[in-house]
């Protein structure tokens, strides 16, 4: 039931093809889709997940995520209103169908952002995003930045490094993603992600000037 609905869904919705952003915290995978966003104002529209957990300093509510109760996120999974939802640290996350719509109704690239275990669950459906993994250059340089973050106690941080480490290795299985960038130059990483978005954005740009 659930499968044939998305189906439907993705059909009705047809239109440019969505982009699936994932990554270990920390690999800078926030920083380049902020830019990316930016430059491309009007091609691109962010995909806003669900989290049950609570919001870090200068997050936004409806920007950075829906900040929603564990009961009000629950009760959405199980009406099948979501497309993947995982959880990670005992915090639940997920990617609903209406914020996918939202933003392809309006001709634009849907940008989701989601975990290792979203990218699985969004493999099984009929979205047909294109994959991208941005990937720290090592667990070193990612353990430094997130302890300069100072944003969470040592053992939520160690959680992540280890969560991390998985994320590394599977991001290395053949065919689960289209591109892999290795963020060590944040100017070079964000060169290689515009040149791999680069044929869909020039085809929205196309559509939308016509229409």
């Known amino acids: 039931m659930y499968m044939r609905y998305f189906s439907r869904l993705v059909s009705a919705m047809a239109g440019p093809r969505p982009v699936v952003f994932s990554g270990p915290s920390g690999a800078g995978k926030s920083t380049l889709l ?6 491309y104002d009007g091609v691109l529209g962010f995909s806003v997940s669900h989290t049950t957990r609570n919001p870090r300093s200068g997050e936004e509510n409806g920007k950075d995520y829906h900040y929603v109760s564990r009961e009000a996120m629950q009760a959405g999974i199980d009406k099948g209103d979501f497309i993947e939802n995982a959880v990670f640290s005992g915090n639940m996350y997920g990617t609903s169908k209406a914020a996918v719509q939202d933003v392809q109704a309006r001709n634009l690239i849907c940008i989701l952002d ?16 294109i994959y991208i993994s941005i990937q720290p250059p090592s667990m070193a340089v990612l353990e430094k930045r997130l302890r300069d973050r100072e944003t969470e106690s040592e053992e939520s941080l160690l959680k ?6 998985v994320d590394m290795e599977i991001s290395k299985e053949p065919g689960l993603f289209d591109v892999v960038i290795v ?6 990483a964000y060169g290689h992600l515009k040149e791999a978005l680069n044929e869909e954005i020039q085809n929205v740009k196309k559509i939308n000037v016509s229409s």
Not at 160 to 165: E, S
Not at 183 to 188: A, I, P, Q, Y
């Open 160 to 165: 992540r490094l280890h969560a991390a480490q």
């Open 34 to 39: 902020k830019r990316l966003m930016k430059e």
């Open 183 to 188: 963020n060590d130059n944040l100017d070079v």
């Open 114 to 129: 989601i975990d290792m275990q979203g990218v699985k669950n969004i493999k099984r459906t009929d979205l047909n995003p």
